[in-house]
């Protein structure tokens, strides 16, 4: 039985971790967020009703769940005060406590968005395909300690001072891309309204992370984006600006290595990715249509068609590796449904040679050719199943093959958008 479980994308994002982290809340005391930002949208759907989440940890649809957004988390202001809003509007957080924000996050300002923008439009053809939420420029600036955090900026004083040191040379950037120069009294009236609607929010989100684990209580540790999109591990440099991997659940919270039990790996039973970059299996003909619709492909927070394709299992390989999994957990299996084969992409030919991993250099993956493994489709609707041995013999044969491959245990298994829509094989909390 584990307590404290970190759950990663383990491909390019979007693959439910949102959903998977609300199924496992209800064991938990506390979930934390602990890198990314607004660029993450953790779709969760209750009933009728949906709810998108940007910033707050999934587990705030349980009320007896603490939510921290721990140091690593980039923090837009504005889009978490809209988003508590429209909790609130929805009967979620009704205990302002039960949700605490790290002081030493650090906050997406405007200049950052509008930074983000210009250099995209500059790129031209070459753009990243970024969010636009100003994530890149804001990790920028943290590591070149000119950022600004949010223990700082409710502090009036202490805002003031650092924007006095920090706005000129970010104005100065503006022009030379440009835009339009961001004014000092504005964002210190932005502040003001910032720092009533979140200053009751702050906390050293390590010292209750540290203090719970000493209790025994359990924690899930909620990972943004995906390991493809990993500063270090992605496919650079299509990728996030942040730390996607499971290391970073401990750098980005607080917490020590030796704290985590387990590591669950989210993949969708087929391959999607917003923005630029190579996509090996990526099917542009009947096969990635049929995806993108039936699986509602569009990105939760821009409204991006997705790109789709068949399963990698050189990804869910490489995602093992760099996060150390010790479960997967496999979402969206009913889109697949009536797709006759279903491939697998076990590996590529790379100048002749073939290779099963992921090459760490973005020209090489894109002379990639994926090998495939066909397997028998079927056709029985499967979003009804809640037991493994219920699911008909050719949707078996593809989630052993899956399992078989990346060699480890698969935990949950989602056949359809209901929440209760799920097979669980292995519960990590039970
Ligand atoms: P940024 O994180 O906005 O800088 O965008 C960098 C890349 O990461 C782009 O390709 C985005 O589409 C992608 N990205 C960022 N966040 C997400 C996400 O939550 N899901 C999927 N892709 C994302």
């Known amino acids: 039985m584990a307590n404290n479980v970190v759950v990663v994308g383990a491909q390019w994002g979007d693959e439910g971790k949102g959903r998977i982290i609300d199924l496992l809340?209800?064991?938990?005391?506390?979930?934390?967020?602990?890198?990314?930002?607004?660029?993450?949208?953790?779709?969760?759907?209750?009933?009728?009703?949906?709810?998108?989440?940007?910033?707050?940890?999934?587990?705030?649809?349980?009320?007896?769940?603490?939510?921290?957004?721990?140091?690593?988390?980039?923090?837009?202001?504005?889009?978490?005060?809209?988003?508590?809003?429209?909790?609130?509007?929805?009967?979620?957080?009704?205990?302002?406590?039960?949700?605490?924000?790290?002081?030493?996050?650090?906050?997406?300002?405007?200049?950052?968005?509008?930074?983000?923008?210009?250099?995209?439009?500059?790129?031209?053809?070459?753009?990243?395909?970024?969010?636009g939420r100003g994530i890149g420029p804001t990790y920028e600036d943290k590591a070149a300690r000119r950022g600004i955090r949010f223990g700082e900026m409710i502090d009036p004083e202490i805002f003031k001072k650092r924007l006095e040191q920090i706005l000129p040379e970010k104005n100065k950037l503006i022009e030379i891309l440009g835009g339009h120069p961001v004014d000092m009294s504005t964002l210190l009236t932005e502040g003001e309204g910032w720092r009533k609607r979140l200053a009751h929010h702050a906390a050293d989100a390590s010292l209750i992370l540290n203090r719970y684990i000493k209790d025994g209580k359990k924690i899930l540790f909620e990972g943004a984006q995906g390991t493809l999109l990993d500063i270090d591990h992605g496919t650079y440099p299509y990728v996030t600006s942040s730390n996607t991997v499971a290391g970073e659940a401990c750098c980005g919270s607080g917490v020590g290595p030796t704290v985590i039990d387990d590591v669950l790996g989210v993949v969708k039973a087929y391959t999607t990715r917003v923005g630029e970059g190579p996509f090996p299996t990526e099917d542009d003909g009947k096969v990635g249509e049929t995806l993108q619709t039936r699986g509602k492909e569009f990105g939760a927070t821009t409204g991006r068609k997705r790109r789709c394709g068949w399963f990698d299992a050189t990804i869910l390989k490489h995602a093992a590796r760099v996060n150390g999994l010790t479960m997967v957990a496999i979402t969206k299996l009913d889109v697949l449904t009536t797709i006759d084969p279903v491939r697998i992409c076990t590996g590529y030919k790379l100048d002749g040679a073939t290779i099963d991993y992921i090459p760490s250099s973005d020209e090489e993956l894109r002379r990639c050719e994926p090998v495939y493994e066909d397997m028998k489709g079927w056709k029985e609707d499967i979003s009804g199943v809640r037991k493994f041995e219920n699911l008909p013999k050719a949707t078996q044969a593809y989630i052993n093959r899956l399992q078989e491959i990346a060699g480890i245990p698969i935990s949950i298994i989602s056949v359809g958008y209901e929440r209760s829509s799920h097979i669980m094989m292995r519960d990590p909390f039970a």
């Open 25 to 131: 809340t209800p064991s938990v005391d506390a979930v934390v967020r602990y890198q990314g930002g607004a660029n993450a949208g953790h779709t969760v759907v209750i009933g009728d009703a949906k709810t998108i989440l940007h910033l707050v940890p999934s587990g705030v649809l349980h009320a007896d769940c603490l939510c921290i957004i721990g140091n690593g988390v980039v923090l837009d202001a504005d889009v978490l005060i809209d988003e508590i809003e429209g909790l609130h509007s929805q009967g979620y957080l009704k205990n302002p406590k039960m949700l605490a924000i790290s002081k030493s996050a650090h906050l997406v300002m405007p200049y950052h968005r509008q930074i983000d923008q210009l250099r995209e439009t500059k790129l031209g053809s070459a753009r990243i395909g970024t969010t």
